[in-house]
């Protein structure tokens, strides 16, 4: 079993910067995995932000066309966590953030984005207020 808990959210204005952090842990072998970022809003679908493969993998990264240039993930694999990294903070970027882990990949981590379903694990996500 592995556990994601994330943490980082809060109130900012917009222009503002947050960094969102999801720590994996659990007795599951998890080198290598997936690791997601997710955000839904009130009403809205799950948005997927990032992506980047984890934990003694190669690190590679993706952002979405949506947040690229404002967004960054990034990880440490000795601290077995992964950020996301959210600069230029706008009104619209309110909403829950989620970590999520595919557990062994077979193909590259950013084309787990367009199939949420295959995420093993989830975080309980972390709340993101932007206000004006």
């Known amino acids: 079993e592995v556990q994601l808990v994330e943490s980082g959210g809060g109130s900012v204005q917009a222009g503002g910067s947050l960094r969102l952090s999801c720590v994996v842990s659990?007795?599951?072998?998890?080198?290598?995995?997936?690791m997601g970022w997710f955000r839904q809003a009130p009403g809205k679908g799950r948005e997927a932000l990032a992506a980047v493969h984890s934990f003694s993998a190669d690190g590679t990264a993706y952002v979405a066309d949506s947040v690229k240039g404002r967004f960054t993930t990034s990880q440490d694999n000795a601290k077995n966590t992964v950020y996301l990294q959210m600069n230029t903070l706008k009104q619209e970027d309110s909403a829950m953030y989620y970590c999520?882990?595919?557990?062994?990949?077979?193909?590259?981590?950013?084309?787990?984005?367009?199939?949420?379903?295959?995420?093993?694990?989830w975080g309980q996500g972390t709340q993101v207020t932007v206000s004006s």
């Open positions: 659990g007795d599951t072998f998890y080198s290598g995995a997936c």
């Open positions: 999520a882990m595919v557990l062994s990949p077979t193909r590259p981590c950013s084309q787990y984005l367009e199939n949420q379903v295959l995420y093993n694990y």
